[in-house]
């Protein structure tokens, strides 16, 4: 245990590292967006008001039924397990032998999904009631007045929290290693078995991992602020009048 | 004069709460009706009922001939004909002004994007917003908010616009431009449904005045009649309550 074997590892084995946290990122970026879609169009379905009477009355309950499970079986069983269950699940009773990386996307995306439904339902459910009074009384239906109306503004408040998804997925993302995904922590197992040298291996993959973390919640920070622009309008920034110029507006 | 809304015994109960029972009342083209009464007495819930964004309980509304309560009825079709002002304004906190004007007509009118701009524009200088078009709705004051809520409901073309309590929210000096913008349109011959208390604007601008209370139509009449010589000894009360301290009925514009 010194430091001569950190930098040992360190620059023995930077291509692996590095090929794991790309596969970390690669599978935690396009999980999380999927898993926000997924999410979303859960949240505009479990929002819809719902018919008097009807069948139109008893699809939906059926439906809100069905995501209900699903929401709470994702979000109640461990991750891993899940991983286990559908990579070998599928391949003992389906027959499928996935690739890999689907594998991986797929396990996350699904598992992201259920906390993204409940994160935008509780998105939808923030936004001030006369948002939604003034779309219906402009005429329009309830998809009219989430696509234009709501989702941008839930898509925007949401973001901390997405962002808290995707930094967590980075990390969950090493749970794949027991269904054989590289990602960094089945890396990290490898260079760390063929030199017995654990703390300086993992070590190294702690560093990594938090600074995957760390620069993406940076970002998200900037893009949040980019989105919410600038605090004041001022008349200065765009036209600028002065009395002469409305004089000669007018006689025109 | 042509009648645009009939509202014929109409009732909504909240639960056990009954706070419309049996209202009857009209709105004919280009008139400017002024709905008055306390807090409590069903006045909002009126307006909503007529553009339903709260489901009556029984009666029936009639909308050019046409029954609006009946199941087949489109309402998507019938609320883009009514435009609604609301107290707490309600601009599209994602739009800027100048796409708050524009995404009904774009998304539900299904004008193009140039036809849309031209007609917002048209309605923003009306309001007197024009220069603000690329502002979004955190960045205006109450009155300005009101006075771009008022061009996007115009922007719609619609046959009536209700307004509910458009000036309750907003600082009396921010009253009278909003209240300016709204007797403007009311001399253009625009159909206006208005809740208000403020009574100066009822006596001056509006053709009739419908005095409710406790989910009833007490008294209705010109502005001379309710103001001047009222007949209910309820409306006496009523008037004498609110125009004792002389506040924002004393603007005069």
Known sequence: MSLEWFIRIATEYWPMFLRGAGMTLLVSIISTLIGSIIGLIIGVIRTIPMPERGWKRLILKALDAVLGFYIAFFRGTPMIVQAMVIYYGAAMAFGIYMNLIFAAIFIVSINTGAYMAEIVRGGIISIDKGQFEAAHAIGMNHFQTMTNVVLPQVIRNILPATGNEF?????????????????????????????????????????????????????????????????????????????????????? | MEKIIEVQHLSKSFGENEVLKDINFSVHKGE??????????????????????????????????????????????????????????????????????????????????AEAEKVAMKYLKVVGMEQYINAKPKQLSGGQKQRVAIARALAMDPDVIL????????????????????????????????????????????????????????????????????KQERTREFLKRTLAPQTSSQVSF
């Open chain 1, 167 to 252: 930094v967590i997925n980075i990390k969950d993302t090493a749970v794949l290693n027991v269904i054989s995904v590289s990602e960094l922590f089945f890396q990290t197992k490898s260079i760390a078995g063929n030199n017995f040298r654990y703390f300086e291996a993992f070590s190294i993959a702690c560093i990594v991992y938090f600074i995957m973390t760390y620069t993406v919640t940076r970002i998200l920070r900037y893009f949040e602020k980019k989105l919410d622009g600038p605090e004041t309008y001022t008349l200065n920034q765009m036209q600028v009048m002065t009395p002469e110029d409305m004089l000669r507006h007018t006689q025109n």
């Open chain 2, 32 to 113: 400017v009706v002024c709905i008055i009464g306390s807090s409590g007495s069903g006045k909002s819930t009126l307006l909503r009922c007529i553009n339903l964004l709260e489901k009556p309980s029984g009666g029936q509304i009639i909308y050019k001939g046409e029954n609006i309560l009946d199941d087949k009825h489109d309402v998507y079709k019938y609320r883009q004909k009514l435009g609604m002002v609301f107290q707490q304004f309600n601009l599209f906190n994602n739009h800027n002004v100048l796409s708050n004007c524009m995404v009904g007509q774009i998304k539900l009118l299904k004008r193009s994007k």
């Open chain 2, 163 to 230: 307004f509910d309590e458009p000036t309750s929210a907003l600082d009396p000096e921010m009253v009278g431009e909003v209240l300016k913008v709204m007797k403007e349109l009311a001399e253009s011959g625009l159909t206006m449904l208005v809740v208000t208390h403020e009574m100066g604007f009822a006596r001056e601008v509006a053709d009739r005045v419908v005095f409710m209370d406790k989910g009833v139509i007490a008294e209705e009449g010109t502005p001379e009649e309710i103001f001047t010589n009222p």
